[in-house]
């Protein structure tokens, strides 16, 4: 060893002349000055904010209330909860199932409807009914290019309200769980729970969709996932990515519809519904050419800890992405007569 040292003593010595002298250790005051050092924060947009605070009621009243007389009236009303693992979605979402369960039964709205109720889990490309012991159910498009649910339970509510809570309490109990770094029992897939309101009158439907998205993760948090739960968030992740284009997609197509332009000057934008099963089996609410009006409404759950800031800002920036301003009709006319269709979100 000491005659490997004494050979190599002068190459050693040329490569330690070669490197540079190591930056001064900053002063105190420099280190505190620098914006690293401190708690540093980042603007984002939202319509609304709640707190731990607010009761599930509370965010029912000003988000949720106005989707049931919509959909009663014949349109598409749809909420997604979003957000980290363990964020509090699927306490919100079943809340929220519940008011509306009140609100549709018992809160008289106007004229004679026929309500059901449809749940279903959705991992990856399968889907489950949760109204019939996860037997599973097959996505498929019929001729007319409508989404139907081949082998889910559509459960007519014939006996008030009790009947419709204590069908979402079993299928809750029906949801798919695993545990995860955030939360024990965290839903590792999509909950669609679906109400069709027909008119009898006419025989069309209105329809609300109450969505419990599966929760995000961070990559820190799935370091340790075998395999098929690794295939499992990459799946997830993929379809909130389409589910994200989905969103934007139909928005802008609805102000290009809006909008005076001639048909022929409308460049309608791309809305990838074929991408992932979980848009597919929401096609009506994102397909350009449906008839009826839609409204969504998306609530982002955060986890309230300094240790969760990091996935708290990924979700604050996906909610972000889908807030859409509605221009003026003349700022858009001159956007998309230049060429560049995007509207600002
Ligand atoms: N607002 C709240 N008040 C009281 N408890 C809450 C609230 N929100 C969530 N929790 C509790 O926190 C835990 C995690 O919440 P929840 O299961 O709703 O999270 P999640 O976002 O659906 O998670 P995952 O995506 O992993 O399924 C649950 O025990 C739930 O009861």
């Not at 005659?3 to 190599?8: A, C, D, E, G, S």
């Not at 609300?208 to 996932?225: M, Q, T």
Request: aromatic share 6%; hydrophobic share 35%; with cysteine.
């Amino acid at each position: 060893m000491d005659k490997f040292y004494l050979t190599n003593a002068a190459l050693y010595q040329t490569l330690v002349s070669k490197f540079s002298p190591a930056p001064a250790p900053k002063s105190a005051t420099e280190a505190t000055k620098s914006p690293r050092a401190g708690i540093t924060s980042s603007d984002y947009e939202v319509d609304k904010l709640f707190t731990s605070e607010t009761t599930t009621k509370e965010i029912y009243d000003t988000l949720v209330e106005d989707l049931v007389p919509f959909a009663w009236s014949g349109g598409i009303g749809t909420l997604f909860t979003y957000g980290q693992t363990g964020s509090g979605k699927t306490f919100t979402v079943t809340g929220l199932q519940k008011l509306v369960a009140e609100s549709l039964i018992d809160g008289s709205p106007n004229g004679e409807r026929q309500v059901s109720l449809t749940v279903i889990d959705l991992a990856g490309n399968s889907a489950f009914d949760l109204l019939n012991a996860r037997k599973p159910v097959s996505i498929l498009e019929d001729s007319s290019g409508v989404t139907q649910l081949a082998g889910a339970t559509e459960q007519p509510i014939l006996r008030g309200r009790d009947q419709m809570i204590s069908l979402l309490e079993s299928a809750a109990s029906f949801r798919r769980t695993e545990s995860t770094f955030r939360n024990d029992a965290s839903s590792r897939s999509h909950g669609i729970c679906r109400i069709r309101i027909t008119n009898p009158a006419t025989a069309s439907d209105g329809f609300l969709y109450l969505i419990d998205l599966a929760g995000s993760e961070a990559a820190r948090d799935i370091a340790s996932h075998g395999a098929d739960r690794m295939r499992e968030t990459r799946e997830i992740n993929m379809s909130l990515s389409v589910l994200k284009d989905c969103i934007r997609g139909k928005a802008e197509s609805d102000l290009l519809s809006s909008s005076s332009l001639p048909t022929s000057k409308q460049k309608q934008p791309y809305v990838p519904i074929r991408q992932s099963a979980l848009t597919k089996v929401l096609k009506h609410v994102f397909d350009p050419t449906e008839s009826r009006s839609c409204k969504t409404v998306v609530i982002a759950c955060l986890n309230p800890s300094l240790a969760d800031v990091g996935p708290s800002k990924n979700t604050l920036r996906y909610a972000q992405m889908l807030r859409v301003h509605v221009p003026t009709a003349d700022k858009m006319e001159r956007d998309l007569m230049g060429g560049y269709r995007k509207v600002r979100v």
